[in-house]
């Protein structure tokens, strides 16, 4: 019995060490395919613009569903995206991801992620854990991506969730509360805090935007494209809280939708407030026009108005008629 209970204990280290061997492997072959120009990085003809860049007071570029792993082309794809915003020019402010960060779950997945990470010019990056960070190892896991937040904001969070203000414009990260395997736990500690922090958000009338990587039940086209690919049993309640107030963004990721019409949903036009579904970055995506890995968005937010606008980044490309203009109440 000890024998074995000591095998099992190993396992987690010979998992990482498989895939350290597959991950130098496919750096060889990378390298081969680059030398060959088999793959190349983002092109320079379609940069980022921003409408207004001398008066935009923010410059956003959020993604999700990175899906980084160490046995193929996703760390590749991932620094193309990074490249694509460096070749722009554009200050961006901050860079969001709405969680699934990693495929597996495993060590070198994220020090990928975080090496690339580490070289990018941003300012302030902020994580959010997904359903595939923490559905296996829920404490180490959240944890892990806590403390590389705190490294590139220069804060202390200790929960999965988290207010962050840049420019004067507020982000609440929210993160599952406990281990799910695909939906998430928000708690009653946590759905106070949102309620707080919006409340002290959008006092002025300036915009709040709200990260989770669920979505709400019922919308972007659920339960059809996913049964389950909703938030879960909180989710009316987080709903609630988020249409109190004016001007909230809710933005989320998880159902892999591509671009689309449903990559919009109204929850309260009369109060500006809406939820927009991120594309996959890390993976093809199953519905819409547009399906390539690579995808994201970017926003723009103006004194009156925020802009949102999808784009392939890994090719370096931009999308026809995926920009939608929200004008704030």
């Not at 302030?124 to 854990?129: E, G, K, P, V, Y």
């Not at 695909?182 to 002290?200: N, T, Y």
Request: hydrophobic share 40%.
């Amino acid at each position: 019995m000890e024998q074995a209970v000591a095998i099992i204990k190993e396992i987690p280290a010979i998992f990482n060490q498989v895939l350290a061997i597959l991950n130098t492997f496919m750096e060889m072959v990378l390298s081969v395919l680059l030398a060959f120009g088999v793959i190349s990085g983002p092109a320079t003809d379609e940069p980022i613009t921003l409408r207004d860049a001398e008066n935009v007071n923010l410059a956003v570029v959020a993604f999700a569903d990175t899906h980084i792993r160490p046995t193929g082309i996703s760390p590749y794809n991932f620094e193309c995206g990074l490249e694509d915003i460096e070749n722009s020019g554009v200050d961006f402010d901050a860079l969001l991801i709405a969680g699934d960060l990693s495929e597996l779950g495993d060590d070198i997945s994220y020090e990928l992620m975080w090496d690339a990470l580490d070289e990018t010019e941003i300012k302030n990056i902020l994580l959010a854990t997904g359903n595939h960070d923490v559905r296996v190892v829920y404490d180490l896991r959240t944890e892990q991506i806590i403390d590389k937040t705190n490294s590139f904001l220069g804060t202390e969070f200790d929960k999965p969730y988290y207010s962050y203000d840049i420019n004067g414009y507020t982000f609440i990260v929210m993160g599952s509360d406990s281990q799910l395997f695909e939906k998430a736990v928000i708690s009653d500690e946590q759905l106070a805090f949102i309620d707080a922090e919006l409340e002290r958000a959008t006092k002025n009338g300036k915009p709040a935007f709200v990260m989770c990587h669920q979505p709400l039940e019922n919308t972007h086209g659920l339960p059809e494209v996913w049964e389950n690919g909703g938030i879960g049993e909180q989710s009316e309640r987080v709903r609630e809280i988020l249409v109190k107030y004016e001007n909230v963004f809710f933005l989320n990721g998880h159902l892999h939708d591509g671009v689309y019409e449903n990559s919009l949903e109204i929850l309260d036009e009369e109060k500006g407030v809406y939820s927009i579904n991120l594309p996959a970055y890390g993976r093809e995506n199953d519905y819409g026009k547009f399906l390539q890995p690579g995808l994201g968005t970017y926003f723009e937010v103006y004194d009156n108005e925020v802009i949102f606008t999808a784009r392939d980044f890994r090719a370096g490309k931009a999308l026809e008629n995926c920009t939608m203009t929200f004008t704030l109440k």
